[in-house]
Every structure is written in structure tokens, then in C-alpha cells.
């Protein structure tokens, strides 16, 4: 079944303490991104890459590291999370990284990632 | 600043009515994209727009894009319970590859 899984679903942890949440498709998608999302703020694009070895900043960078090293996986680092990192994290992943003038290829969702930090 | 405001923020009403939910923006868009979220699960795409004034349909739903690419609607006809959940649109400017999402619409259709 093509699909993206995320790990864990739920974490709890404390400021400080550095965690990996986990994102991985099966898809042979070039393009993944990580996402928050907030009451009131919406989807937020954390950081994106466009395939192995390539990632970029999206909106809301700061706390956060990511690495591409394998086509499959693109883990989410907090090196050192805070209380304002407390969210609903979404990884997502589509075919192709160039879209020309069709539009994104679609993307497809993680079930999320409930983080809360104390 | 919100680059895509979506209205109405909330709106409920009784199954079998028609609505319409809005996506604007003072900036041109290459493309924008329509999701449905809902709880517990990841936004899951039902359409994409690429051409000023595109009108696509998907059985009772109805998306738009404006002539100028800076606005899209979603209309729904004879809306169902099953209709519930988060609307979301998304766009891309073609300047990067970024995804920018609006806060989405909460849409509950009550039986």
C-alpha cells in the first residue's frame, strides 16, 4: 500500500531534550516537506527538499534540522525543543519536484505527529 | 501575513443546503489546490487549479479559479454529514517550491 508513515504518533517530552520524528514513503517521491500545524495559523511549511542530499527552508525554520539522505526518509530533528514547538507535525511527499505551470504534484500526508513539549 | 485568507473561518448548516467557501489573495498563483482534512488524519488533495477561470466538478463540488489566479472557490451542492471536516487551499507562485496553506474553513453539515 503507498503510503507515508511518521513515528511516533504521539510524544510527549521535556525542553531540552533532542528527538527524531520519524517520515518515510514508499513511493519513489522525489519531492518531501514537513509541516506544522497550529490552531488559528494553519499549515506551515517547516522545510522541504527536492530530493537526496537537497533540502530548503520553508516558513518556519527556526528549532528545527532535517537531512535527506535516502530517497525513503526525511527525519525531523528538534535539537533542542521548546514549549513553542508544541504542535501537530505532517510529513508529506509528492512525485515530482518540478512542477512547470500543471501545478504541485499531489501531495500525500502522514497520519501526523502529535508533539507536546513541557 | 496570511498570503491566502480562506472565509468563512466556520460554517455550519443543515444537510441538503448549498454553500460556497472562499480563497483569496492579493498575489498571483501558478496553481492552487484544494484538501480535505479530517480529524485525527493528514489533508487529502481533491483538486488542483492551473488555469484562470477553471472550473472543475467533482459530484457536488464545485472549485473555481479566478480570472487573475489570486482567488478560488469551492462550492458544494445538497451538502452531506460526510462533508464535514477542515477545508484547506494551498498555492504555489512558481518562485520557489514552497506550499503556502491558508488557515482553512471548518465546515459542519448537520443531519
Known amino acids: 500500500e503507498a503510503q507515508v508513515t511518521q513515528n511516533p504518533r504521539y510524544l510527549i517530552t521535556v525542553t531540552g531534550k533532542k528527538l527524531t520524528v520519524t517520515c518515510s514513503q514508499n513511493m519513489n517521491h522525489e519531492y518531501m516537506s514537513w509541516y506544522r500545524q497550529d490552531p488559528g495559523l494553519g499549515l506551515r511549511q517547516i522545510y522541504y527538499?527536492?530530493?537526496?542530499?537537497?533540502?530548503d527552508k520553508g516558513d518556519v525554520p527556526e528549532g528545527y534540522k532535517v537531512s535527506r539522505k535516502e530517497k525513503r526518509n526525511f527525519p525531523l530533528i528538534l535539537e533542542s525543543p521548546s514549549p513553542n514547538q508544541t504542535s501537530l507535525y505532517f510529513c508529506a511527499s509528492s512525485l515530482s519536484a518540478s512542477w512547470g505551470g500543471r501545478g504541485p504534484d499531489t501531495q500525500y500526508f502522514g497520519p501526523g505527529t502529535r508533539l507536546t513539549v513541557l | 501575513t496570511q498570503l491566502l485568507e480562506q472565509s468563512p473561518q466556520f460554517l455550519s448548516i443543515q444537510e441538503g443546503e448549498n454553500l460556497t467557501v472562499y480563497c483569496n489573495s492579493s498575489?498571483?498563483?501558478?496553481?492552487l489546490q484544494w484538501y480535505r482534512q479530517e480529524p485525527g488524519e493528514g489533508p487529502v488533495l481533491l483538486v488542483t487549479v492551473v488555469t484562470g477561470g477553471e472550473v472543475k466538478k467533482l459530484k457536488r463540488l464545485t472549485f473555481q479559479f479566478g480570472d487573475a489566479r489570486k482567488d478560488s472557490s469551492l462550492h458544494i451542492t445538497a451538502a452531506q454529514p460526510g462533508d464535514t471536516g477542515l477545508y484547506l487551499c494551498?498555492?504555489?507562485?512558481?518562485?520557489?517550491?514552497?506550499?503556502?496553506f491558508g488557515k482553512g474553513t471548518r465546515l459542519h453539515i448537520l443531519p
Open positions: 494551498a498555492g504555489d507562485r512558481n518562485r520557489d517550491d514552497k506550499i503556502i
Open positions: 527538499s527536492m530530493n537526496v542530499e537537497v533540502t
Open positions: 498575489s498571483v498563483f501558478s496553481s
